[in-house]
């Protein structure tokens, strides 16, 4: 009998393992990074004048880039500052969200500082 016992324990100690090791496997997964290039970062910025990107940078999930909109002698330079939402980087207001507790140090200096 205390075989028997021992057999069960063992066995619904061997099947707890396992669960918890496969639901804690599927539960830790890393966060989809963010992606880094110009054409991911300005791609939602309908406004950008081709081969206008004259700067970017992103860390964690914020972003800027400096950019050149219009043509002809409408052409001129702006900064956008950006959250990357879902799957894509959207523009979100530097009045709003330009606080240094809020962005990574680079991201706010090289988003909030400029024109």
């Given at each position: 009998?205390?075989?028997?016992?021992w057999?069960?324990?063992?066995?619904?100690?061997t099947?707890?393992?396992?669960?918890?090791?496969?639901?804690?496997?599927v539960g830790?997964r890393?966060?989809?990074?963010?992606?880094?290039?110009a054409s991911?970062?300005t791609g939602?910025?309908?406004h950008?004048a081709p081969?206008?990107?004259?700067?970017?940078?992103c860390e964690?999930?914020?972003a800027y880039?400096w950019?050149?909109v219009?043509?002809?002698t409408?052409?001129?330079?702006v900064?956008?500052?950006?959250?990357?939402?879902g799957?894509?980087?959207?523009?979100v207001?530097?009045?709003?969200?330009?606080?240094?507790?809020?962005?990574?140090a680079?991201?706010?200096?090289?988003?909030c500082?400029?024109?």
């Amino acid at each position: 009998m205390t075989a028997l016992r021992w057999a069960c324990a063992l066995a619904t100690l061997t099947a707890l393992v396992l669960v918890s090791a496969r639901s804690s496997a599927v539960g830790t997964r890393p966060p989809v990074a963010a992606p880094c290039s110009a054409s991911a970062v300005t791609g939602q910025l309908t406004h950008v004048a081709p081969g206008g990107v004259v700067a970017y940078g992103c860390e964690g999930a914020w972003a800027y880039a400096w950019v050149v909109v219009g043509s002809g002698t409408a052409r001129v330079g702006v900064t956008e500052l950006l959250a990357y939402e879902g799957s894509v980087w959207r523009p979100v207001s530097r009045l709003q969200r330009c606080r240094p507790a809020t962005l990574p140090a680079e991201i706010y200096h090289k988003a909030c500082f400029s024109n």
